[in-house]
């Protein structure tokens, strides 16, 4: 273990259930950006943010594989996963039910997108970007969102509406994603259409 371990959630119990909470609120109302609460009274490992740390904590435990990216795979990281989620770090995509993106987006076909008997059995990629906005040319629709909604995301690739697209061209299977940006979360469900606003 190196240095000295951060501490994990303030209040383990109560403070998971709320991070759950808005983590299946995100994903259920895909475009609504939510601001997460403070759960860490010493801050995250970098370079993780506040956001991704949190969640973290919520949802890895000893039964799910997680695969960090080059960017987030640092000794410091790790130690502090293992110790407060004991979850398995894995370095096959394909293995993986969790994934933390701190750098550039991977190839998503690497990681599982489970099965037409379950698609429950696929990967949720936690995805650190520059920022989040309300407004701005990207285009959302689909179930949990009331005829359409436009963000701007930063620091993901143009090409994120077709990467999405055939994503969500293999439903009932795909992947989930939760987008972090400081203490802001959003998610990105299988289900949601990405289109790029025409000028």
Same mark, same amino acid.
């Given at each position: 273990? =190196? ?27 895909p ?12 801050g995250?490992? /970098? ?5 991704? /740390?949190?969640? *973290? ?6 039964? =799910? ?6 960017? /987030?795979? =640092? ?15 894995v ?17 998503l ?13 696929? *990967? ?9 906005? /309300? ?65």
């Amino acid at each position: 273990m =190196t240095g000295t371990l951060l501490a994990g959630l303030a209040d383990p119990t109560l403070d998971s259930q709320r991070l759950f909470r808005a983590a299946l609120e995100a994903l259920s109302r895909p475009g609504r950006i939510v601001t997460l609460p403070d759960t860490l009274p010493d801050g995250p490992p /970098a370079p993780l943010m506040p956001a991704t /740390a949190a969640l *973290a904590l919520a949802l890895f435990d000893y039964e =799910t594989p997680v695969w960090l990216d080059e960017v /987030a795979n =640092t000794p410091a990281v790790c130690d502090w996963l293992r110790f407060h989620c004991g979850c398995p770090l894995v370095t096959d995509k394909a293995a993986a039910d969790f994934a933390i993106i701190a750098g550039a987006l991977p190839d998503l076909s690497d990681f599982p997108v489970g099965s037409d008997a379950f698609p429950d059995r696929s *990967a949720t990629l936690l995805v650190q970007v520059a920022g989040l906005e /309300a407004g701005g040319d990207l285009r959302l629709s689909g179930p949990g969102i009331d005829g359409d909604i436009s963000i701007t995301i930063k620091g993901l690739p143009d090409t994120l509406p077709t990467l999405w697209e055939a994503n969500q061209s293999l439903f009932p299977c795909g992947l989930d994603l939760l987008l972090t940006a400081g203490s802001m979360l959003l998610g990105l469900p299988r289900t949601t259409r990405i289109d790029r606003r025409k000028e």
